[in-house]
């Protein structure tokens, strides 16, 4: 069973960068793409970014100038960077696979983990 | 705002169906065959329940079933259940540069 888990920091202060990784267990890292989506306090999924295992990435036009999305393979891991964060980036950021192709089946998903973006 | 269109809510007594639109347009929905949904529940990760339209993965039970009709996908559930009271969200693939989308979701009560 495939599982995935994020960690990093819960809060940062604003125009820093948010840094977070997520570890996969449970089956290889290699051959499927993987996803950063976050969802703020009582609001809807926003779609962040992906990686392939051969580092391709493709980004939320929306975010693209601050985000870094990278893989490690020999860890199982791979990680979001988000610079000059604001309030508005506050909210519940989750690692998911997507699959053969990024097609937005999301079929396994970390648990979440809150990052608070405050002074 | 989100980039596909749901209702905010929809309700519905145990035993009725409940159907959820999910408004896109001729870049995202209307124009692929990946549109996917997912259940939310109070401070869970979302779970999907269809995928590629109206497939559904293993272990999601067939009273869940999914569809669309041009820029507009589908989401019924059939005898409805107090489990499926939650937030749903549908999902369309929108191309390699935006990848995919997210409909704002749509709160389902059991009355």
């Known amino acids: 069973q495939v599982q995935l888990q994020e960690s990093g920091p819960g809060l940062v202060k604003p125009s820093e960068t948010l840094s977070l990784t997520c570890t996969v267990s449970?089956?290889?890292?290699?051959?499927?793409?993987w996803s950063w989506i976050r969802q703020p306090p009582g609001k809807g999924l926003e779609w962040i970014g992906y990686i392939y295992d051969s580092g391709r990435t493709s980004y939320n036009p929306s975010l693209k100038s601050r985000v870094t999305i990278s893989v490690d393979t020999s860890k199982n891991q791979f990680s979001l960077k988000l610079s000059s964060v604001t309030a508005a980036d506050t909210a519940v950021y989750y690692c998911a696979r997507d699959g053969l192709f990024p097609d937005g089946n999301f079929d396994y998903w970390g648990q979440g983990t809150l990052v608070t973006v405050s002074s | 705002q989100s980039a596909l269109t749901q209702p905010r809510s929809v309700s519905g007594s145990p035993g009725q169906s409940v159907t959820i639109s999910c408004t896109g347009t001729s870049s995202d929905v209307g124009n692929y065959k990946y549109v996917s949904w997912y259940q939310q529940h109070p401070g869970k990760a979302p779970k999907v329940m269809i995928h590629d339209v109206s497939k559904r993965p293993s272990g999601v039970p067939d009273r869940f079933s999914g569809s669309k009709s041009g820029n507009t996908a589908s989401l019924t559930i059939s005898g409805l259940q107090a489990e499926d009271e939650a937030d749903y969200y549908c999902?369309?693939?929108?191309?390699?540069?935006?990848?995919?989308?997210f409909g704002g979701g749509t709160k389902v009560t059991v009355l």
């Open positions: 449970g089956g290889s890292i290699s051959n499927y793409y």
């Open positions: 999902c369309s693939y929108a191309g390699t540069y935006n990848f995919v989308v």
